[in-house]
């Protein structure tokens, strides 16, 4: 799911880009520590997959920011490029 444009732009002009990496930086560390946790059983999918929502809003937020046809443009080079891993029967980790 992507979030409309106008409120990643809203939110741009109200917090600022640096106050919205900070947050990334926030957002991936409770991310790592519910994978971390889940590994261990002591924590619910719900969390995880809550921690991925927050990450992906963020990552959204970015890629505005920063251009997303150019994020887009690399996101379709490295779809590729795993495609061609994948269909390489020598290859055994990526």
Same mark, same amino acid.
């Given at each position: 799911m992507i979030v409309? /444009?106008? +409120?990643?732009?809203?939110?741009?002009? /109200?917090?600022? +880009?640096?106050?919205? @990496?900070?947050?990334?930086?926030?957002?991936?560390?409770? *991310? $790592?520590?519910?994978?971390?946790?889940?590994?261990?059983?002591?924590?619910? @999918? /719900?969390?995880?997959?809550?921690? +991925?929502?927050?990450?992906?809003?963020? *990552?959204?937020?970015?890629?505005?920011? *920063?251009?997303?046809? $150019?994020?887009?443009? *690399? @996101?379709?080079?490295?779809? /590729?490029?795993?495609?061609?891993?994948?269909?390489?029967?020598?290859?055994?980790?990526?």
């Open positions: 409309d /444009k106008e +409120i990643l732009k809203r939110v741009l002009v /109200k917090w600022g +880009i640096e106050a919205q @990496i900070d947050m990334v930086h926030e957002e991936v560390g409770e *991310f $790592q520590s519910a994978l971390n946790k889940y590994r261990r059983g002591r924590c619910e @999918i /719900k969390e995880v997959q809550e921690e +991925i929502a927050d990450c992906l809003m963020m *990552f959204q937020q970015m890629r505005h920011y *920063f251009g997303a046809e $150019q994020v887009d443009f *690399f @996101i379709r080079n490295k779809t /590729k490029r795993l495609e061609d891993r994948l269909a390489d029967p020598e290859r055994e980790v990526l």
